[in-house]
């Protein structure tokens, strides 16, 4: 089996030694998401939905959809945070949500407020 790097330009480049997806066999591992114009700009609302649309793309170019996504970790910047990320995460899980934890972290890459991974099998 062999490893398939996936990319897309409609989600963020990324800012380290990885990518932002990789396909093993029907699996994909897509690398945590942020939204790094959106936290400086904007509201916690709207950063947290570029995260998801980030996600969206990814999986859109493999060719997967988030009904399979199977595993999300979700990182904040602050616990008090949670009910409105888990209100616009929702949004995108209305039905048959994938298993998940979410953690607060001591920081996160450019000072982000939440930073998404998922993983999705056909």
């Known amino acids: 089996m062999s490893n398939q790097i996936i990319y897309t330009e409609k989600a963020p ?5 990885y990518s932002q997806a990789v396909l093993a066999g029907s699996t994909l591992y897509i690398s945590g998401q942020i939204a790094f114009e959106a936290s400086q700009n904007g509201t916690l609302e709207e950063e947290t939905t570029q995260v998801m649309e980030n996600i969206g793309a990814i999986l859109s170019a493999a060719g997967y959809s988030y009904l399979d996504v199977v595993k999300c970790s979700i990182f904040l910047k602050s616990m008090d945070d949670f009910a409105e990320v888990n209100e616009v995460y929702g949004r995108y899980y209305k039905n048959k949500p994938p298993a998940r934890e979410t953690v607060q972290v001591a920081c996160l890459p450019k000072n982000v407020n939440v930073e ?4 999705a099998v056909k």
């Open 13 to 17: 480049e990324p800012i380290g030694p």
């Open 116 to 119: 998404i991974s998922a993983i």
